[in-house]
């Protein structure tokens, strides 16, 4: 059976901006871009301190950090949609969570803040509860949450 994500069906671009991604974080670029800049610091009384002396580091640092901006973008938009569908998958196989959740990064800031203030509000009753293991969505969690600690202060009543 063929496999609709292998290395086959990755572009060219896709494949060299991977490795650069890759490669750009590791220890071995990282004391190479910290020796350029200690050669160009030592550099500079051979070039008199000179504006291309400057020109040199100042050019060099602008071009690599405006593409490196695209690219660390690129990597960060990649990472969150498979972050997402990995998430969506776990939502989608646990019968218990809530089904509204799946593409919730598609949502508002105002519908987010909504949501995030329902789950406060759960997380504080279920703090007052002995268990809330039972629900489906957030409103059916806070329902059976309420209700539980109704059941619990009639108990501790008794």
Known sequence: MSNQFNEKNI??????????????????????AVSLIILWIITGPVFHFSNTWLLIANTGTSIITFLMVFLIQKAQNKESIAVQLKLNELIAA?????????????LSEEQLNT????????????????????????????????????????????
């Open 94 to 106: 646990n019968n218990q969570a809530s089904n509204r959740l799946l593409n919730i990064q598609d």
């Open 11 to 32: 572009s060219g671009f896709e494949r060299v901006s991977n490795t650069i991604t890759t490669y750009s974080g590791s220890t071995p670029v990282f004391i190479t």
């Open 115 to 158: 949501l995030y203030e329902h789950y406060r509000t759960l997380v504080e009753l279920t703090q007052k509860a002995k268990s809330n293991t039972k629900s489906h969505s957030v409103e059916d969690a806070i329902e059976v949450t309420k209700q539980e600690i109704k059941e619990d202060l009639k108990r501790d009543k008794s």
